[in-house]
């Protein structure tokens, strides 16, 4: 029923009906500015008599219709899919549907999804994360319980199987998954069928205790290694004292894993579980390679010819000292994992990680390491026979016996079964029986096991090299005789042989002229602790580490249009090598490297001609090339108002003689006399003349994408990140900040300090560009950033157009423009950080050299519940006349 607006008439006895367009007798309906017969007044779909509550609606072509409330809603399309009534209010969106907030459930159950809360869909099903995990989702090659969110995929000849990152991750650094997903490739008994992925308690357990275990294990080899780097860096200085401390630091390392292992024997054999962790070699072969690196470091310092020889054994037992380590963690892990899963111990794993993760908080490692020697010349020698012990033994106090020397000297009974009623005479320095004791023999025999008894050769080993003559050095107050007994550091208790080479006690100590042998000198320290501190410019070592690992976790989701995860995370790792790889690298590096200061890599000039310059946002903090900062220091005394600075090429013949003569003798540094606009154009060519830029080849590619266009915009829902992408032509700026602000977290650290110095100095440089009307430089932000990234900002192509400039200038523009958030650490990455303090996982990932299929970051099933507003009237309710009373 259709009536045009303005059809009514004044005067009811002569009124005819708006629809049928007959004469009006008796009762009648005025509405919508017209008169009708009450059987005409219907919907215009259902034909239903709405005189009690109609809804009145123009149409396209501009008249007057009324519908029924059904109807009215069906036509805005504002019905309930669930129940089929109308929505007159707030509502969900979901499907192509719309529901009243309290329909929409999930298929299978009576779970309401809330605003914000997050469901999955199948098949235009919607379902609960329970359900959905039953029903549909796949299940994680390393823990069995669903992907629901971000996954590995990797493609097999026969099937596809998706993992978690941190799944896949601990699979491919320790061959390891939390559960067992085939018999014939794991140890690990796998969970009962009614555990597995159908419980979203379980399911989250298993994520948090899967994050921590690659957080633990991953921080636990790179403390190792960065205790071995620290003490190849201070041999390499004759800083001999500090380097024993760093190696006991590493023997604490040793102590921990191996105390660790023998708990989990221990514990699998109250359950009758005989099958051992499978570590019968590995042990005593850590255990020779370590005592034998402990003789090459102090071997190497004071025999020049033979220097080359050691270097090469030194980078063998680099490599294979860090597969050995692996290996034991892998048993130790598996050993948890087979507690828990086998045998129902369920903190059997939680134990293992904390024990790991205390060790990197023990301060009296050092003092601990060389106390428990004791003051005997020899304590790793039999008391009885004064043969080596290298196995399983017993002790009383510190001196020690082999079990088939310990028995009663009474009556020859073995007492090794019985070692806790035997006793020991300390006067006569004999063992008895409990029949044959005398009143002065006392308790108090410890049974040692193998594994101790290797941590103790090697507190052993590191106690002769404190005490050997080689380390009285400059900054060792401890003066020492040769060791007892012209016995050399490198034992041969774990060797069939004797050492490789001659004894340490009869080396003089090196000149204090002689060449670094392994590391260049650094003038930071690196801590594995302090990450209290919310700068990027203060972070070092392991922190600065997982700051990469984050950033490049964080950059995935702004650019995985362009950069896959793996490729992120071999950009956050510096190299493809793992931390022992770069020591490896390290002790390899020729001796014949350039000197000078032009064409030198960045670290190699921060390590040798470093110094702590106040020039930065971070006064006294950071290490930069002492050429860098005599120059910045020389433009602060000059005018840097002057027009044409850091635009201007200066004179290139000056440019060269100067250059020549730094790289005679970098620490001559004398540039008083040149003009600002030479000296600026000096600092160029050093950025220029590097052989690779500051800003890396690594990362060319990444700051040029955070200014190519719009990242994504993100939707946070319950427990889930949505992405949403958009391909725009110019980002949102926030949004390349954003990026731009993870990529720098990138950069090696000797880059980011030198460019936060740089681009601070470059800042004040702007600030002079019109300093009147007459007098500025012009070289305002834009100018400056021009002009600079051709020197720090570059790829290996000789092809220019490569270079992408435009892109390339904007990205040091927002650099300059916003350098003091961009030194800031990241909030998120912040907070996962204080995560790390506070020994909660983190789930960084540490880069594998293998190959994925893909890696995508969201499942696509998942939705997130969002609520539309509505205010639809609630109809109006025709005026019911009757004709003959008028």
Excluded at 19 to 39: E, K, M, N, T
Excluded at 241 to 257: K, M, N, W, Y
Excluded at 486 to 496: D, E, K
Excluded at 827 to 851: F, H, L, Y
Aim: aromatic content about 8%.
């Amino acid at each position: 029923m259709t009536v045009r607006d303005g059809e009514s008439n004044s005067a009811v006895g002569s009124s005819t009906c708006s629809r049928c367009a007959q004469p009006i007798d008796g009762q009648f309906v005025r509405a919508i500015g017209g008169h009708f017969h009450l059987d005409c007044f219907r919907c215009q779909d259902c034909q239903q008599v709405v005189a009690e509550k109609f809804f009145p609606h123009t149409g396209p072509d501009g008249l007057t219709q009324v519908f029924c409330e059904k109807d009215y809603f069906r036509r805005l399309d504002l019905l309930c899919a669930k129940c089929g009534g109308a929505l007159r209010g707030a509502h969900i969106n979901a499907l192509n549907r719309k529901y009243h907030l309290e329909h929409f459930t999930c298929s299978v159950c009576p779970t309401v999804f809330r605003q914000h809360d997050s469901y999955y869909e199948q098949d235009g099903n919607v379902y609960c994360q329970l359900h959905y995990s039953q029903l549909f989702a796949a299940k994680c090659g390393g823990c069995r319980t669903a992907v629901l969110r971000s996954f590995v995929e990797t493609n097999k000849t026969e099937w596809t199987e998706k993992w978690h990152p941190e799944c896949y991750m601990i699979y491919k650094l320790w061959n390891v998954t939390l559960v067992a997903n085939k018999p014939s490739t794991s140890t690990i008994p796998a969970l009962s069928a009614d555990q597995e992925g159908t419980d979203i308690a379980t399911q989250q357990a298993i994520a948090e205790k899967a994050g921590r275990i690659l957080h633990v294990l991953s921080a636990f080899e790179e403390s190792s290694a960065e205790c071995i780097s620290d003490m190849l860096i201070r041999f390499s200085h004759e800083e001999f004292r500090e380097g024993v401390f760093q190696a006991a630091t590493f023997v604490s390392h040793i102590a921990t894993l191996f105390s660790v292992i023998d708990e989990i024997e221990m514990r699998l054999l109250t359950f009758r579980d005989a099958t051992g962790l499978h570590h019968a070699k590995e042990p005593k072969q850590l255990t020779k390679k370590i005592v034998h690196f402990f003789s090459l470091l102090s071997y190497v310092q004071d025999n020049a010819d033979t220097r080359q020889e050691a270097t090469k054994e030194m980078i063998s037992l680099v490599t294979s000292l860090a597969h050995t380590l692996k290996i034991l963690i892998r048993a130790a892990l598996t050993g948890a994992l087979k507690l828990e899963n086998a045998h129902n111990e369920k903190t059997a794993v939680v134990t293992f990680l904390d024990r790991l993760a205390a060790c990197e908080w023990q301060d009296d490692a050092q003092g601990k390491t060389l106390s428990e020697c004791g003051p005997d010349a020899n304590p790793d020698l039999c008391v009885a026979c004064g043969e080596p012990v290298e196995e399983e033994c017993l002790k009383y106090g510190f001196r020690r016996w082999h079990s088939r020397c310990f028995r009663c000297a009474a009556c020859d009974l073995n007492l090794r079964p019985l070692y806790e009623e035997a006793t020991y005479d300390a006067v006569t320095g004999k063992f008895y029986c409990t029949n044959h004791a005398t009143p002065s023999s006392s308790r108090g025999i410890e049974r040692v096991t193998q594994l101790e008894q290797y941590v103790f050769l090697l507190r052993c080993a590191l106690k002769r090299l404190f005490d050997s003559g080689s380390l009285q050095g400059p900054n060792s107050p401890i003066s020492s005789s040769p060791g007892p007994d012209g016995r050399n550091i490198g034992v041969s208790m774990l060797s069939n042989g004797q050492p490789l080479y001659a004894d340490v006690s009869n080396s003089s100590p090196p000149s204090a002229g002689s060449k670094s042998l392994y590391l260049p000198p650094s003038g930071r320290q690196s801590s594995l602790r302090n990450s209290g501190t919310s700068s990027l410019l203060d972070l070092s070592g392991l922190d600065h580490w997982a700051v990469r690992q984050l950033a490049a976790q964080a950059l995935y989701p702004l650019m995985g249009d362009q950069f896959t995860l793996d490729e992120l995370m071999d950009v956050a790792s510096g190299r493809k090598q793992s931390m022992w790889g770069r020591m490896v690298e390290a002790i390899r590096k020729p001796s014949k490297s350039k000197e000078g200061t032009f064409g030198v890599p960045l670290e190699v000039l921060v390590d040798k001609y470093g110094v702590a310059t106040d020039l930065g946002p971070r006064p006294g903090q950071l290490q930069i090339p002492m050429f860098l900062d005599a120059c910045i220091r020389t433009l602060h005394m000059l005018d840097l108002g002057v027009e044409g600075i850091f635009r201007k090429n200066g004179n290139i013949r000056h440019l060269k003689t100067v250059s020549d003569e730094l790289d005679k003798d970098p620490r001559s540094i004398n540039l008083a006399g040149n003009h600002p606009v030479q000296i600026a154009a000096l600092l160029k060519k050093f950025f220029r003349d590097m052989p690779e830029p500051l800003l890396t080849f690594k990362l060319h590619r990444l700051f040029v994408a955070t200014q190519s266009k719009a990242i994504i915009a993100m939707v946070y829902g319950y427990r889930l990140t949505y992405l949403i992408y958009f391909q725009t032509e110019l980002p949102d700026p926030g949004r390349r900040k954003q990026a731009l602000h993870y990529v720098c977290c990138l950069l090696p650290k000797p880059n980011i300090d030198v460019l936060s110095v740089l681009v601070f100095f470059l800042r004040e440089v702007s600030e002079h560009r019109e300093l009147n009307e007459d007098h500025g430089n012009k070289m305002g932000l834009d100018n400056l950033a021009t002009v600079m990234t051709p020197n720090i900002l570059y790829s290996k192509s000789k092809n220019a157009f490569d270079d992408e400039s435009p892109l390339a200038i904007e990205a040091i523009r927002m650099i300059l423009q916003y350098q003091d958030e961009l030194w800031q650490m990241p909030p998120d990455i912040r907070e996962r950080m204080k995560a790390d303090n506070g020994s909660q996982p983190i789930n960084i990932p540490t880069r594998r050299d293998s190959e994925l299929g893909k890696r995508t970051e969201s499942v696509s099933h998942t939705r997130n519940v969002v609520v539309t507003p509505s205010n639809i009237g609630h109809g109006d309710v025709a005026h019911i006349e009757d004709a003959h009373r008028r």
